[in-house]
């Protein structure tokens, strides 16, 4: 019996990603190998996700779809890739202790693409349609969420150092809530 969720703790969608060959930009952001993708539409890190296609998932799910497999062994592979012959797919990985930096770059994420999704279904259908003040307001929602995640990601030392502190003083759990909500409203941002 394979410990998918084991598997899952050995190496990140990223790390797998740079591994297999594909330039993951500082940001995280990859050119997709799902679609024909001409700017970089996905986003890596413990999890993967496309805007442009839409594709998501594990790291199991990451290298099973690009090398084309089942789930079996795209987790066998990752033993094979990652387990440096230390792995034992039946022992219980050991508990990580919390960190920070990663939680706020985990909520951040889940936030992005939550609400590039409620930015795209509030979105003008066509050419003629307005621009609504809900699709406005997702729209900033969407670039600030997008902001505090580059200066996560891209920010000097002070700069990480200061967000980790802001969301950590009660925000990020205020925004992990939010991910129960079936709406994000503006005010719930700002």
Known sequence: MIDFKAIKGLVTAREAAEHYGL?????GMALCP?????NPSMKLDERFHCFGCGEDGDVIDFTAKYFNLTLREAAQKLIRDFGNGEFNPNEPSPPKSPDPAKRCHDVLLALEVRLHRQKWDTAPKTMDDPITT???QNCQMYDFIVGLADLLSGGTTQQKEDEIAYLTGGVLDRYEALLQEEVIEYADIF
Request: aromatic share 16%; hydrophobic share 25%; proline share 0%.
């Open 23 to 27: 330039s993951v930009s500082s940001r």
């Open 34 to 38: 799902f679609h024909d993708d001409h």
């Open 134 to 136: 809900e699709y406005a």
